[in-house]
């Protein structure tokens, strides 16, 4: 018999499962709905780690989930920021081309931004890049003047204040073990008692596989954990960068490349690079959970990764270990930075669903199955677009557990 009964619950309180929550309550005003976290507070792991970006969906193919829900959640994240006061700007920021070879590629964005309708986005010439940004150095660049910068953490934060004042109930500290499928209702078995629920969400994020694995549903994909690390530029020298600068980003990739942000704190990063990572959520090189590290090792899928991409992972590894390698890859965007403009900073680690072929699942990923609805790919823009991300897994909960 369950401690207690809810119609709904949500395992996860990153900013995915609390935006979950919040438009389940707002949308449905007597749902009785309670939102599981096994960390005592929320945002502690990817909603709490990561670079702040609001992304305007220049980089998606036109058509996806990503694409869609990245540009309507930028427009409605900024919207939220400023209703209720958080920090946040529009401050643009520029691509850039740093080899002839990556001149077809920007313009490739430049079409695909236009396709996933973005205004504003302008191709830049040489002399036009520096205008925006003087110490860069690009022979071509393209602006995309609504990205942003926020602070996800304090927008989660501010979701799970929602959903208490919608009646809701947050429960952190409360860690899920198990779930079962009574006959009436699930069972979710935690640090904090059992509880019934006539529908799951599983936004467990790093931990989201496992979790169906809990409710005896195999997952299709793995969770791969890939740490980014930051070094944060020395105050001194944060003028050299005045917005965000990135660079074409390799199409066979989900990650970015190494890049500099403004963040809305102050300050200015620099990374984060992609490597993986030994403890999921592992904040440190030395960080390692021999459970983590074996689940990995003995996944098909990641072998099949590894043979396709181990060059590259093999060059993530070595400029994670050489801060002089990292700071060559930031050269190519600023020159005239050196070593001793950057400071070891932080770390996030980003949960990357592979398949059992190998292949890194590009798209947002949401699967419903029986009483439970799992989120198995929402990596970056996720952020950005958590609020469309809500409405359109309350949608799929709204059909699939027939909630009211
Ligand atoms: C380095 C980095 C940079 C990024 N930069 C950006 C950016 O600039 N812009 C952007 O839009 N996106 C960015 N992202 C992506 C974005 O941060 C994520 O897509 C988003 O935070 C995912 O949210 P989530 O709620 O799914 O996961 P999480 O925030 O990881 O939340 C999952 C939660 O589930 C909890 N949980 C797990 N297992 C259990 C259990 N058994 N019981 C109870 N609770 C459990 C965890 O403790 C965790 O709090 C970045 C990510 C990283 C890592």
Not at 188 to 198: D, I, L, N, Q, S
């Amino acid at each position: 018999m369950p401690d207690q009964s809810f119609d709904i619950v949500v395992i996860g309180g990153g900013i995915v499962g609390l935006s979950t929550a919040m438009h389940a309550t707002r949308v449905f005003p007597k749902l009785r709905l309670l939102l599981v976290e096994k960390e005592d507070s929320v945002a502690r792991h990817q909603s709490g780690h990561n670079s702040g970006v609001i992304h305007s969906g220049v980089y998606y193919k036109p058509g996806s989930l990503k694409a869609k829900l990245c540009v309507e959640g930028a427009a409605a994240m900024v919207e939220f920021c400023r209703l209720h006061n958080l920090p946040h700007e529009i401050c643009g920021k520029v691509i850039v081309a740093t080899d002839e070879a990556e001149i077809p590629r920007l313009n490739v964005l430049f079409e695909r931004g236009q396709a996933n309708g973005l205004s504003g986005l302008r191709m830049l010439q040489q002399q036009e890049v520096r205008e925006i940004e003087p110490h860069c150095s690009a022979l071509r660049g393209l602006l995309v003047p609504s990205t942003g910068i926020t602070d996800y953490a304090a927008v989660a934060r501010k979701y799970a204040e929602i959903v208490a004042t919608q009646g809701g109930t947050v429960s952190t500290g409360t860690e899920v073990r198990k779930v079962v499928r009574g006959d009436q209702e699930m069972i979710v078995e935690t640090t904090r008692g059992a509880f019934g629920a006539r529908g799951v969400i599983n936004c467990a994020g790093l931990q989201s596989d496992r979790v169906s694995r809990m409710a005896g549903q195999e997952p299709e994909v793995m969770i791969v954990p890939f740490r980014g690390e930051y070094y944060d530029l020395v105050p001194e020298r944060e003028h050299l960068v005045r917005t965000l600068i990135y660079p074409v980003p390799d199409p066979k990739f989900p990650f970015l490349g190494v890049h500099f942000t403004r963040r809305i704190q102050g300050g200015v990063d620099a990374g984060p690079n992609a490597v993986l990572a030994l403890k999921r959520e592992g904040y440190k090189r030395t960080d390692f959970s021999l459970h983590d590290f074996a689940g990995t090792m003995t996944y098909p899928g990641f072998w099949r990764m590894a043979k396709k991409y181990w060059r590259d992972g093999a060059s993530e590894y070595y400029r994670s270990l050489s801060k002089a390698a990292f700071v060559k890859a930031l050269q190519r965007l600023v020159p005239e930075i050196v070593s001793s403009d950057l400071a070891a900073d932080g770390s996030g680690v980003r949960a990357q669903a592979v398949r059992p072929d190998g292949s890194l699942v590009d798209d947002f990923q949401f699967v419903l199955s029986n009483k439970m609805l799992h989120v198995w790919n929402v990596p970056s823009p996720a952020a950005t677009a958590s609020l469309p991300i809500g409405q359109y897994i309350v949608e799929m909960a709204r059909n699939g557990f027939a909630i009211s």
